[in-house]
């Protein structure tokens, strides 16, 4: 028996969409128990409803959801022991901060199972969990976003559920509040060893975070692994694109052996890579040249050449815009602050790492 939550062949076709706009295109995947799984893609492809079928907020057009190996496709919401975190935190504005925790105790499946005295005890438990013990008695309009979004997961994590859904949860949170709400969530997970799948557009986050991402387009996974393997190793250009914005060179691969590969730009340029492909000789390709795989130098010192089109200050590095020559592409490359700068239009030289440099499908 496999533990854990897989998906089979997932469908979901809305009612009055047409007959060919799947809102989830069959989704197969495995999420193992105790994992941090995160569905990443662009708005509308198709993760929020994937989620709510978990949940069993929306029934599957077609396709099984499975449990522990327990089909559990037509199981009403309320069996599931999952619970949902949402990006708007749905919190009761009348209610205190722990009345609202304590509401997940307190509902009718829940009723008579724990005496008084033992939810005032659960409660100020994952209120201190959160770091919100000394706000039980405010109301949510007296707390910032992040203290809100803080209640809704107590409220989530206080009926002990196996698995957490979280939908866009820090979408709502400044950029630095954010950072800080996912070192936390990476704790709770840690210290709770709970199934979190984590829904969100944002690639760092999802990088940050995860133990594995499924990238997901039009209702589709477009790839399943490890954060190092979809950020290394992307399986497709959308993939590749999506994650780590990496620049794509047009190229014909030269030469494939069982040791590596070397790709011509259409610059008559030409590229090694140290990581074999399952591609042949003649065959066009997608150059990925990621800013942090490439190095300026002067010209003749590495193998591919061009013109420095643009430069950035971005205080940690500076990013460095090249035009190829012959109209090859354009690349960025991220310099060391400390080095002398290239100026603009200087003609320079481009080192590639052969162990990071990655094709996809043309
Ligand atoms: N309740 C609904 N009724 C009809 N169409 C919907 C409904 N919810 C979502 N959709 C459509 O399904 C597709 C996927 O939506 P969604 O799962 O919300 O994507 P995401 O969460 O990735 O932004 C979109 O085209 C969206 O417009
Ligand atoms: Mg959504």
């Known amino acids: 028996m496999t533990t854990g939550i897989e998906l089979r062949d997932l469908r979901k076709l809305y009612d009055g969409h047409g007959a060919t706009a799947w809102a989830v295109d069959g989704v197969n995947m495995r999420i193992g128990q105790g994992q941090f799984v995160t569905l990443l893609g ?19 057009t077609s396709g099984q959801i499975l449990r522990d190996g327990i089909d559990i496709t037509d199981q009403p919401v309320s069996d599931r022991d999952m619970r949902m975190v949402f990006q708007d935190f749905a919190l009761f504005p009348n209610m205190t901060v722990a009345e609202n925790v304590a509401f997940g105790l307190r509902t009718r499946r829940m009723k008579g199972r724990f005496s008084d005295a033992e939810i005032r005890r659960k409660v100020a438990e994952h209120l201190d969990l959160v770091h919100l013990g000394s706000h039980a008695g405010k109301r ?13 997961l107590a409220r989530a994590l206080v009926t002990d559920p196996d698995v957490v859904l979280f939908d866009e949860p820090l979408g709502s949170l400044d950029a630095h509040l954010r950072k800080v709400m ?55 250009r959308y993939v590749a694109s999506f ?25 008559g340029e030409v590229v090694s890579l140290a990581q074999p492909a399952k591609v042949a000789s003649g065959q066009s390709v997608g150059l990925m040249l990621r800013a ?20 950035l200050y971005r205080g940690e590095y500076i990013e460095y815009v090249v035009e190829l020559t012959g109209n090859a592409g354009l690349v960025h490359v991220h310099e060391p602050t400390d080095l002398p700068p290239f100026a603009h239009g200087a003609p320079v030289a481009l080192k590639v790492n052969a162990q990071k440099a990655h094709v996809v499908e043309a």
């Open 42 to 60: 662009p708005s509308g492809c198709g993760k929020t409803t994937t989620l709510r079928m978990i949940a069993g907020f929306e029934t599957p």
């Open 140 to 152: 949510p309009h007296q707390l910032s976003g992040g203290q809100k979004q803080r209640v809704s």
């Open 182 to 236: 996912q070192i936390e969530l990476i704790r709770l997970h840690r210290e709770l060893n709970k199934t979190f799948i984590y829904v969100t557009h944002d690639q760092d986050e999802a990088m940050a975070m995860s133990d594995a991402i499924a990238v997901m387009n039009v209702g589709k996974v477009m790839q399943f692994g490890t954060p190092r393997e979809i950020y290394d190793r992307p399986a497709s």
């Open 243 to 267: 994650i780590g914005h990496a620049h794509i060179v047009d190229a014909v691969v030269a030469e494939s052996r069982s040791d590596g590969l070397m790709v011509r730009l259409g610059n």
């Open 292 to 311: 942090e795989d490439l190095s300026l130098a002067r010209p003749g010192e590495g193998e591919l050449h061009g013109q420095v089109a643009d430069s």
